[in-house]
């Protein structure tokens, strides 16, 4: 029987699977069972069936426990893109399921919109121009905008940039962020001191980064252990006059938290592109407030990043087919145990 992958996903730029197996010379039947992003485990059991490999988003779509013991013939499953937040990897593991992501996606986008959130922050883009739109042009010093917005503007030279999590996304952040002159101070349990002062950053404790930093950057991933690693006391940490970024994942903030904290003045703003929930309801308090920006989830979106994205299924199942490892494999541990059980 040809190797079966099932394609859960499906995705806006069409990228010719087939024609690509036949180049690449490997016998793969593709089946296309697409579900929704808020699909339910059953509904993603029914879907992948017998498939030995599964072409998913596991951000958003369930792989659990439940799920992966439920699917008999798995081997390989790979979430189109960075995230892999609700596939248990202890599960897979337990299941002799190879599990992969796409690392090396949307790093300068991402890493280009922290920017701009950063610089939208400290130069308080969106309010000036949300004052022009309402109340007209101030293109002289005037003691209205003046008194109100001008003061709150200031330079990126100088300043203390805190990066929680130093991951591909902000080491493509660091040579942009440096251009400007920022100071840069890191907090990643997982690297080593020597390894961040080798790549020109100065590693600290989340404290003396909350405490240190103008500017608060999120670039962890989302586990159980960081799920509102930023509240209330992280917040009361940080400097009233500093703002908080978040390009990561929305539940790393507790939302309740951050509201406070904007309408407290214990910081000055924040601006984030994910949030807890996911959407914000139209009555969120949070959307009320000036000095709260957010961006729905969009920066990693740029028409050049699609197309290398959409093949990238095809290219590490063709390897899984060949007998390779996958470029993006996360569960390396599990290399000798599936070479026992799939040969």
């Known amino acids: 029987m040809p190797f079966k992958a099932v394609d859960v996903l499906g995705f806006s730029v069409v990228t010719d699977y087939e024609g690509m197996f036949r180049e690449a010379g490997v016998e793969v039947e593709l089946a296309r069972n697409f579900c929704s992003l808020d699909a339910g485990e059953d509904d993603i059991i029914r879907a992948v069936g017998d498939g030995d490999a599964v072409i998913a988003q596991a951000t958003y779509q ?83 905008i003046g008194g109100q917005v001008w003061p709150k503007m200031w330079k990126l030279r100088g300043r203390t940039l805190g990066l929680i999590g130093f991951g591909r996304i902000p080491y493509a952040l660091l040579p942009k962020t440096k251009g400007f002159g920022l100071r840069i101070i890191v907090h990643d349990p997982f690297l080593s001191r020597e390894e961040l002062k080798s790549c020109g950053v100065e590693p600290v404790s989340l404290d003396e980064l909350l405490e240190q930093s103008d500017i608060v950057s999120i670039h962890t991933p989302f586990s159980a252990a960081t799920t509102h690693l930023i509240g209330l006391n992280q917040l009361r940490k940080m400097k009233p006059t500093a703002y908080l970024v978040n390009t990561a994942r929305g539940p790393i903030v507790d ?28 009555g969120s308090p949070l959307l009320k407030l000036d000095n709260f920006i957010v961006t729905a989830h969009s920066a990693h979106a740029f028409s050049s990043s699609a197309p290398g994205l959409a093949a990238r299924p095809a290219e590490e199942i063709i390897r899984v087919v060949r007998g390779e490892w996958p470029v993006g494999l996360i569960n390396r541990q599990i290399k000798e145990a599936y070479l026992k059980k799939w040969g």
């Open 255 to 282: 939302p309740d938290a951050l509201y406070t904290a904007l309408t407290e003045g214990l910081i000055a703003g924040a601006a984030l592109d994910v949030t807890e929930p996911e959407p914000l309801p139209a």
């Open 62 to 144: 369930p792989f659990s426990r439940k799920v992966l013991s439920s699917l008999p013939n798995c081997k390989f499953i790979i979430s189109v893109g960075i995230g892999y937040d609700k596939l248990d990897i202890d599960a897979a593991n337990d299941c002799c399921i190879m599990a992969a992501n796409v690392p090396d996606f949307c790093l300068e986008e991402v890493s280009d919109h922290t920017m701009a959130l950063i610089l939208a922050c400290t130069r308080r883009v969106v309010e000036l121009s949300n004052w022009v739109k309402e109340k007209g042009w101030k293109a002289q010093p005037d003691p209205e």
